[in-house]
Each structure stands twice: as C-alpha cells, then as structure tokens.
C-alpha cells in the first residue's frame, strides 16, 4: 500500500483510506458472511498489491482451514486446505492470542523451523504479513480468543512490510473481530431463547378452559389455573367479555372481549389458531399466551354448543424475543452511529457527534468527552447537555481522584457506573465535585489509545438518581471503541496529510532554489495552455540563462555556483507579482517564467524589471565575458494558444529569442511571437 503510494502509482492514501472504511462498512452489513470474507480479502489483496491475501480458520482440534482467499492467477490457490503446523503451535499461539503480528520479510533471510520454512515453500511464499482476529465470546472469559488469522503473502519476491500496513490490517481484524462477536451473541441470545422456551413446554401441559354457547366457563385444568394465576371457584360463571381479565394485545393496546378468539370461534363455528395474548394475573404480573380455539358441535346442528379454548405460557419466549428485538435495535443504532462516526475525519465533528447521540439515546441530562493532561488534569472538550442544566464545556477539571490514581482504575475495570453519587463511597472532595456539576448519578467509559488513557466518555444524569442498566454500559464501550478508532483514524489522516504535502514538496519544488521545479513546469504549462486555448488569451513565456557561468562555478567554485543560482532564484521570484505567474527553475542555470493572460508587452516589462534586479544584486562575475557581475539573458515569447499549434511550439519560440538575446551580446531579452 505504502510502497505503491510512494513511488507514485494511482492509488493515493486518501483513496486507501476511503477503501478501508468500505472495507469497515462492509463488515458490519447485515449480509452473509462468507460475502463479507470474500470482500476482506479481495480489499486487503488489491490495496496492498499483495499475490495472495486470505482468512485461517482455526478448528476445534488445533487443525486450521484457509477459510476464505483472494489469489493471483500465476500463484497457486490453497482455498479449502486444511493445514496443521506444529512449528505453530509450538511457538505462535499464546503471542497470537496476545494480539501479537507476525512479520516475515524474506523467508531465506531469517532462521526458521525446517518445519516450518517446508510449509512457506509447499505454499509458495517469500514473505508474509500475519494479523490475529481475536474474538470474545458471549458468555466465557471476558480475554478474547484466537478465531483465526488474516495472512497477507508475497510470492515473487521479499517485502518490506510498512507500519501503515500493519495498521491497515489490524483495523480489518479489529472490526471483523467486533462483527463476528455481535453475530456470535445474537445465534446464542436465539439459542437460549428456545431452550427456555422448550424447557416451559417440556414442565407443563396446555391450559384448557371449556366454555358454554353463553360464553360462560364451565370447566378448566390445573394448568390453566396456574397459567392465569386463579383457581377454578374465580374462573367458573366468567366470560371473556368480563373486563377482570384485563388482556391487551402485543402492542400494548386492550383486547376487547368481543374478539377473543373463543367468542369468535362460537359466533363464526371457525377456529382460531395462535392467537397471542397478554393477561395480567390477579398479582399484577403479566402472562403472554398463545391461544387456539376449537368449536364443539352436535350433530344436525350448525351452530357450536360450546369452544374448547386451549393455551400456552409463551410469557419466557415472549420476554426473550422482545429482549432480542431490543437488543437488535440497539445494535442498530450503535452500528448507525458508528456509521455516521466514520462518515467523517474532523474528529471535531465526530465527537460532537458522539455527545449528542449519546444524551438523545440513553434520555439523559449531559453527554461529555473528557480529555486527559499529562498532569492527569482534564478538559471537557465537547458537551451535549438539556436546557436547564450547567453547561462545562472546555472546564479545566482537577480531581485529585484522577491525579492520585491516575488511569490504574480504567484500566482494570473499563465501566464505572454510579447510580448515585451519595451512596457510592466517594470521597468528599469528590462528591462536593461532582455536586457543583449538578452530577446525580453518572456513567464512564474509558476512551483508550493502545495502552494509553486518551480521555473519557461520560454520561450524566442531573435530576435524579438513576440505576443504569448493562446494554447502556455496553452501548458506551462500543461507542468509546468507535471513537478511539476514530481518534486514531483521525490523527493518522493529518499525518497521511502532512505526508502528501511533503511529497508534493519534494515533486514539485526545486531542493536547492526552493522555487518550482521542471516537473511544475510541465503540469501549469500544459495546464494554462489548454486553459487559454478555451479562453482564447494570450500566455507568455520567459527563458532565462545565467550568462557565463561555467566561467562562475569554475572561478568561485560550486558551493558559491549553488549560492549564484539561489539568489538569481529569488530575483526571478520576486520580480513575479501575480499570483497566477509561475517562476520556475528550468534546468541547470536556466530558469523560466509562465504569465498567463499576459500579451507581449506586459512579458516585456517582467524581463525588464528582472533585468533591472540583477543589475541591483551586483554580484560579482570577474571570469564574465561582459559585465564583472552576473547577468541574464532572456528570452521572450508570446501565442494565443490555439488546436492548430501545440505547447511546444511556444517553448521553441521562447528558447529561439533566448539564443537571439545571447548572439545580440547576452545581459539582455529578446523577443519573438505569432
């Protein structure tokens, strides 16, 4: 990725970049997963220039699988083996599960395992990139495990793996990490779903109730009784129309007598399957059933006697699914958040972001980022906070809590949730602290640099006490985590940013002159021309030529020959006003100047007023065949360009005056046109 970039192919960082958070956006779509492999190392192969990128499965029994690969044609596909290394497992699996990256430039540069160097060979590689996906699972220890590996491979030859591109992947893994962890809580969150419901099918049989053509219950179960929380004495003589029972629908809204589904079936004779109710039992609590009702008919008659009305507790699934349903819009709107997080580099705009989802989505009074000195004093850096309530924006805190223990607490626990602040155990100061902010209750979430406590996200609740519940704390670490991606993103951008100006410098800047150089020359000439071919404007140029100075250097020496070319540099520079004007140096001692929307005489007046400049810097020039100082001669042309003549031809015409000016006796301009 580097490498091309910096030899200046077509794939510039800011492209990388864009790539990358496709790459991200990718992964967390809701699709298949084999896709999203596919599209990690498809990605990871083309932006890296890589012969062969793929994702290493690890089984349950040590073996692994090359679970996914994206491979040149000239390279042999290993897609499908399945590949043990002892060399492997002997070494590589506790520093993998540390997060460690395995880099392997040139395989016949470095000592390796027999073992191990055999199986590079079989599979073709000269040099590797290896990145661990930790993954943890829902309900085990909290330390990740080792899922597997994305393994970048250079096959034709060594390479020199650039830290961004350990970065690069280790973002991919990152996110691909946290994407198979969310899927790996939703297949449990089913799982155990059904096997609540199951072991509730499994302990009780239905609840069956037998009512009259009157609608009136004349006999039921045990399980009823115990489904609907009342003995058989309560329910005998009721109806479905008495409005004890206080049944509602899923969305919350009353369920009329009239359409319970055993007065349907005994004013239709039609049954009615499934129909899911919720009642609320004498105790307050609330039942969820599933209702089926069959008619009873006599034999010559049309009209059912009676409905046999039978029903499940369905109250444990119900609830689970609900808290699934919760659960998944939750993760919806962190993935949308995130989304939105990445949408953007301006880490000011990101944060402002962050605070303000924040307050809206936990309904709470104040939403802070805390940023971190290295004194462990702090800043508020941006707030979102409700009308009424005392806003602390860029407030300089200095809690000794901070400053004594420093990060060491979030470190080892990354939530502190407070439901109140006076039943906590919090020192005085702290608490006379958090009272001047109007702080009740509060939720912190460390927001992490690598090793480092880069600041904290905070969650305020001003006007009451408040117990918070864990989705809320998990809801603030994910969050915390996708702004410390975009903190470190962020601060990458400026770099990669730094560096692009940088490389521009180097491309089009003369090193020695610091003034543009042929290169910029060539791109604002062409530029200009076509410009001007569509304007129809004239476009004038000046070739200018230290007379004399091999005599210079050979004389002076040259040191002062560099020293001579830099002040005639500045000389040309400063005799250019406009800021369209482009002073170049051209080559050797040879400089040129571009004017735009400039005719013959105003060309004339910038080599005058040249000409007049070097007459002023009198340096010396004793070896001169003219003038004991140095001088210029200078060469003028001027064309409106047009698609019959080509940009050549101006630079031909200027370079001809140029050697017109040098026969006329040098320390002079000469020009010549169409």
């Known amino acids: 990725m580097v490498h091309r970039l910096l030899s200046g192919s077509e794939i510039g960082i800011e492209q990388v970049l864009d790539r990358m958070m496709a790459v991200i956006v990718q992964i967390h779509n809701p699709c298949d997963s084999d896709e999203i492999l596919k599209t990690i190392v498809s990605e990871v192969r083309e ?185 058989a004495e309560q329910m005998m003589g009721r109806t479905s129309l008495d409005p004890r029972w206080r049944a509602i629908h899923e969305d919350g809204s009353p369920f009329p007598g009239e359409i319970h589904p055993s007065m349907v079936t005994l004013r239709t004779g039609e049954p009615q399957l499934q129909v899911v109710m919720g009642v609320h039992k004498p105790d307050g609590s609330l039942t969820w059933i599933s209702i089926n009702s069959q008619p009873l008919f006599y034999a010559d008659r049309s009209q059912p006697y009676a409905v046999v009305t039978s029903f499940t507790d369905i109250t444990v699934p119900k609830q689970a699914q609900q808290a699934l349903q919760q659960q998944t819009e939750r993760e919806r709107m962190i993935y949308q958040i995130a989304q939105r997080i990445r949408q953007s580099l301006d880490l000011d705009e990101i944060l402002n972001r962050t605070v303000a ?27 979102s906070v409700a009308e009424g309530w005392l806003a602390i924006l860029n407030m300089q805190i200095t809690d000794t809590y901070f400053v004594e223990r420093q990060n060491y607490s979030y470190h080892e626990s990354s939530i502190k949730a407070t439901s109140d602040i006076y039943t906590a155990g919090f020192s005085p100061c702290h608490v006379d602290l958090l009272e001047r902010l109007q702080v009740r209750a509060k939720l912190v979430v460390p927001i992490l640099q690598g090793n480092r406590l880069w600041g904290l996200l905070v969650a305020h609740h001003c006007r009451a006490p408040r117990d918070w519940h864990c989705w809320e704390s998990e809801l603030l670490k994910q969050l915390a985590t996708q702004i410390a991606i975009a903190i470190h993103q962020s601060e990458l951008h400026q770099q990669l940013q730094l560096a692009n100006q940088q490389l521009e410098n180097l491309a089009t800047i003369d090193q020695l002159t610091q003034i543009a150089n042929r290169r910029c020359f060539d791109r604002q000439f062409r530029y200009e021309w076509h410009r001007l071919t569509r304007e129809q404007q004239p476009l004038s140029l000046l070739l200018c030529d230290i007379d004399y100075f091999k005599q210079y250097n050979d004389t002076y020496g040259h040191a002062a020959g560099d020293v001579c070319l830099t002040l005639v540099a500045e000389v040309i520079k400063n005799s250019v006003q406009r800021s369209t004007d482009l002073a170049v140096r051209y080559g050797g001692e040879e400089f040129a100047v571009i004017l735009p929307n400039t005719e013959r005489k105003g060309a004339v007046r910038v080599a005058q007023k040249i000409w007049a400049a070097m007459k002023q810097l009198n340096l010396p020039h004793l070896a001169s065949g003219g003038e004991k100082f140095v001088t210029l001669s200078i060469g003028i042309a001027t064309m409106i360009p047009t698609a019959d003549i080509a940009p050549v031809d101006l630079v031909e015409a200027a370079d001809r005056a140029l050697y017109q000016a040098k026969a006329n006796g040098r320390n002079c301009w000469f020009t010549e046109g169409f």
């Open 357 to 383: 989802e924040v307050r809206d989505f936990l309904q709470t009074d104040r939403a802070i980022v805390y940023r971190f000195n290295p004194d462990w004093s702090g800043l508020v850096v941006k707030e």
């Open 47 to 231: 932006i890296l220039g890589s012969d062969r990128a793929l994702i290493y499965r690890f089984l349950p029994d040590g073996d692994g699988v090359i679970a996914e690969e994206s491979v040149n044609p000239q390279w042999k596909p290993i897609l499908g083996q399945l590949i043990y290394d002892p060399c492997f497992n002997a070494k590589w699996t506790e520093q993998y599960q540390r997060g460690r990256v395995g880099i392997l430039e040139d395989i016949d540069a470095v000592t390796l395992d027999p073992c191990y160097k055999n199986l590079l060979n079989r599979l073709q590689v000269r040099a590797n990139l290896v990145v661990p996906i930790l993954v943890r699972s829902p309900k085990s220890n909290p330390s990740p495990h080792l899922w597997g590996l994305l393994i970048v491979h250079q096959c034709s030859s060594p390479c020199q793996w650039h830290p961004i591109e350990i970065k690069f992947l280790q973002h991919i893994t990152l996110q691909l990490g946290i994407a198979i962890e969310q899927n790996l809580k939703v297949e449990t969150a089913l799982r155990e779903s059904e096997e609540r419901y199951r072991s509730v099918i499994a302990a009780m049989a239905e609840g069956i109730v037998l009512q009259q053509a009157d609608g009136k219950i004349t006999a039921c179960n045990q399980s009823a009784e115990r489904i609907l929380g009342l003995t």
